[in-house]
């Protein structure tokens, strides 16, 4: 996907699938490649994106 980048270990906050969420290359939008969903900024749903550890 050009203009986004994909969040390593970011957890999808509509389907849980992991890996799949990528962030528009100016951090104005999360998107997900499994299940579709997109938001727009909203410093509240960046932050609570889950990010699992090693």
Do not use: H
Not at 36 to 48: G, N, R, V, W, Y
Request: net charge negative; hydrophobic share 35%.
């Amino acid at each position: 996907m050009k203009g986004y980048k994909f969040i390593a270990g970011a957890v999808c906050p509509a389907c849980g699938d992991i890996d799949s969420i990528v962030l528009k290359n100016d951090d104005s939008e999360v998107r997900c490649v499994s299940c579709k969903f997109t938001k727009t900024k909203d410093e509240e749903l960046i932050q609570s994106i889950k990010i699992l550890n090693d």
